[in-house]
């Protein structure tokens, strides 16, 4: 689905947590408003608000509603659920898998059936690659149904790792308890408070993509074998040990700063556009305010997910350039000195966004293809 897949779209990447600070500030004043005018309905005699200057209602603290920092407040339900939570985050990376399989053979350039040739809207003719689907039909064909799982393994521990280390660090680094106000005039203190937690959410994202990059990395190598054939890579003990003995430990890291520079400006990106737009177009006043606000967030992850796709793009090419594995070696790939050298290199070739698309595939200008 392009940008719409848990590695494509960082916001489904990240979990559920990285879309949860998007217009956080004037997000709440949704909520905040409700509790103005609930108030303001049956107030209690001996504190009754200024009809004028209604007083902000404070909302339930991240803290509290925060999933990932051990349940609704209750400290004995922690470990039942953040194993919900992996149990959860497990079933949805299996069900996605073949979807980023597929989408990582084609950013790695392997493109093993011809295309076809079809109409565009304009009824001219068009090459077309081969969409998901049927490339999904090819793998089954030559590795069976099972084939559609390679590298499954290692990409369950990362983001079980992933999950686990965020939970973690919310429990060490509980987020501040804030109060949320409604007030159009309070615009300075609401900015504030989405800065504060989006450079809370930004550094639990950093902390768990460097910790589960390792086995990133192996899951990469494991999916793209399937180019040349290969079993370099067989299972996660033997593949640390390969990694570690001929690149030593930047091997288990190859590919990290690009994904760190996507997270970073997809989080800080869609919060920010999220907030102002929640809190300058969305008036409190319309009943559907809410759910508004809600969708504002969802599209803005869309948005920006497709603005930095490259940055995924040129992470998960670094991780396999240079392995020992066809797919990451000429005719594939050169072999990239940095990150930045990949990315210029694919700018050039105007490829920054190739794998995007796994449904609508046109042949470029550039590809060796050539309509007959």
């Known amino acids: 689905m392009g940008a719409l897949d848990p590695e494509v779209a960082?916001?489904?990447?990240?979990?559920?947590?990285?879309?949860?600070?998007?217009?956080?500030?004037?997000?709440?004043?949704?909520?905040?408003?409700?509790?103005v005018e609930a108030r303001a309905r049956d107030p209690p005699p001996a504190h009754r608000a200024h009809p004028r200057h209604p007083r902000p209602a404070?909302?339930?603290?991240?803290?509290?509603?925060?999933?990932g920092s051990g349940g609704l407040g209750s400290g004995d339900n922690a470990p039942t659920?953040?194993?919900?939570f992996v149990a959860l985050g497990a079933g949805v990376t299996a069900l996605s898998h073949p979807l980023l399989y597929v989408k990582?053979?084609?950013?790695?350039?392997?493109?093993?059936?011809?295309?076809?040739?079809?109409?565009?809207?304009?009824?001219r003719k068009v090459l077309y690659l081969p969409s998901f689907f049927t490339y999904a039909k090819y793998?089954?064909?030559?590795?069976?149904?099972?084939?559609?799982?390679?590298?499954?393994?290692?990409?369950?521990?990362?983001n079980a790792l992933s999950t686990v280390t965020r939970g973690s660090m919310k429990k060490v680094f509980p987020p501040d308890e804030i109060?949320?106000?409604?007030?159009?005039?309070?615009?300075?203190?609401?900015?504030?408070?989405?800065?504060?937690?989006?450079?809370?959410?930004?550094?639990?994202?950093?902390?768990?993509?460097?910790?589960?990059?390792?086995?990133?990395?192996?899951?990469?190598?494991?999916?793209?074998?399937?180019?040349?054939?290969?079993?370099?890579?067989?299972?996660?003990?033997?593949?640390?040990?390969?990694?570690?003995?001929?690149?030593?430990?930047?091997?288990?890291?190859?590919?990290?700063?690009?994904?760190l520079l996507g997270d970073v400006v997809f989080l800080w990106g869609c919060n920010l556009l999220a907030h102002f737009i929640n809190a300058y177009l969305v008036d409190d006043s319309f009943s559907q305010a809410l759910a508004i606000r809600s969708y504002t967030k969802f599209v803005m992850g869309i948005a920006v997910s497709m603005?930095?796709?490259?940055?995924?793009?040129?992470?998960?090419?670094?991780?396999?350039?240079?392995?020992?594995?066809?797919?990451?070696?000429?005719?594939?790939?050169?072999v990239f000195k940095s990150w930045i050298h990949c990315w210029k290199y694919l700018s050039v070739q105007g490829q920054l966004f190739r794998g995007s698309s796994l449904l609508f595939r046109r042949v470029s200008s550039g590809s060796c293809f050539a309509l007959e």
């Open 58 to 67: 404070a909302q339930p603290s991240a803290r509290r509603m925060d999933p």
């Open 10 to 35: 960082p916001w489904a990447r990240g979990g559920a947590a990285g879309m949860a600070g998007a217009g956080a500030g004037a997000g709440a004043r949704g909520g905040a408003a409700a509790g």
């Open 139 to 158: 793998i089954v064909q030559v590795d069976g149904k099972i084939g559609l799982f390679r590298g499954l393994s290692p990409r369950l521990m990362s």
């Open 179 to 259: 109060e949320q106000v409604s007030n159009k005039d309070d615009m300075k203190t609401s900015l504030k408070k989405v800065v504060k937690e989006t450079s809370y959410e930004m550094m639990m994202q950093c902390v768990s993509r460097m910790l589960a990059h390792p086995l990133h990395v192996i899951s990469m190598r494991c999916m793209v074998q399937f180019v040349g054939r290969e079993a370099k890579y067989s299972g996660v003990l033997s593949s640390i040990g390969k990694i570690f003995k001929e690149e030593g430990l930047l091997g288990f890291f190859v590919g990290l700063i690009p994904h």
């Open 104 to 123: 990582l053979l084609i950013q790695v350039g392997h493109e093993p059936m011809p295309p076809t040739i079809g109409t565009n809207v304009l009824g």
């Open 81 to 84: 659920t953040e194993a919900l």
């Open 307 to 334: 603005l930095t796709y490259p940055f995924l793009l040129v992470g998960d090419l670094m991780a396999v350039n240079n392995c020992g594995l066809q797919a990451g070696l000429p005719p594939y790939s050169p």
